[in-house]
């Protein structure tokens, strides 16, 4: 049984339903941005504190994240995030329209370290190229692992992605990205030695 989720942070929406009213939710006209994962939330704060001008859409799929992303953006009481508990693909296809985002950011997803677990792996580029078409241009998309496979895969196939520009050149990959915040879950890796894997591309 889930555990009942009242903030007012969180936006109830179901498959089939209509797909949310952004500009009436928000109360403006801002450009939206996407969080694919936003775990316990500690970043999409520190993020929409530092980006005002943007109104923040996080999602995650387990119910006790979004509980605690809610607490903290209602802590917060930053008014450019919602936040729900739905499917990635499922959503973005229903709530999400054509080259309306101006920043999708993917922190940590599950690696699926096991060789033969890889295929269930979220970022491919298969996904990339589909989630590309959501990006408006000049938009902004942030890849992040603690995973050293998984960062240098992600590196490699987004060099070939049309349309998306590598911000980071010559590099691949950094290690460190300023005016990009660092969740707990980053900085437990980091005080252990293992460094992060950050890839960042722009829509062309």
């Not at 969180?10 to 339903?17: D, V």
């Not at 920043?103 to 989630?131: G, Q, T």
């Not at 692992?145 to 950094?174: C, H, I, R, S, W």
Request: contains cysteine; hydrophobic residues 40%; aromatic residues 12%.
């Amino acid at each position: 049984m889930l555990i009942p989720n009242t903030s007012p942070s969180l936006l109830h929406w179901e498959e089939g339903t209509p797909a949310p009213l952004w500009g009436a939710l928000f109360g403006n006209a801002n450009s939206l941005a996407l969080e694919i994962g936003c775990g316990v939330g500690d970043f999409i704060v520190q993020m929409a504190a530092m980006h005002p001008e943007l109104n923040f859409i996080a999602i995650d799929f387990y119910n006790k994240g979004c509980i605690k992303t809610c607490k903290r953006v209602d802590k917060s009481g930053l008014n450019n995030v919602r936040v729900l508990r739905v499917e990635a693909r499922t959503f973005i296809e229903a709530c999400i329209p054509s080259e309306s985002l101006s920043m999708i950011i993917i922190n940590c997803p599950d690696p699926w370290p096991k060789l033969r677990h890889r295929k269930r792996r979220l970022v491919s580029s298969e996904f990339v190229a589909y989630l590309s078409g959501f990006l408006k241009s000049g938009a902004d998309f942030f890849f992040a692992t603690d995973f050293v496979d998984y960062g240098l895969d992600v590196a490699e196939f987004m060099t070939v992605q049309p349309g998306l520009v590598n911000q980071l050149l010559p590099d691949k990959y950094t290690h460190a990205l300023p005016d990009y915040p660092v969740s707990k879950y980053m900085r437990r890796f980091m005080d252990l030695g293992q460094p992060i894997y950050y890839v960042h591309y722009r829509r062309r």
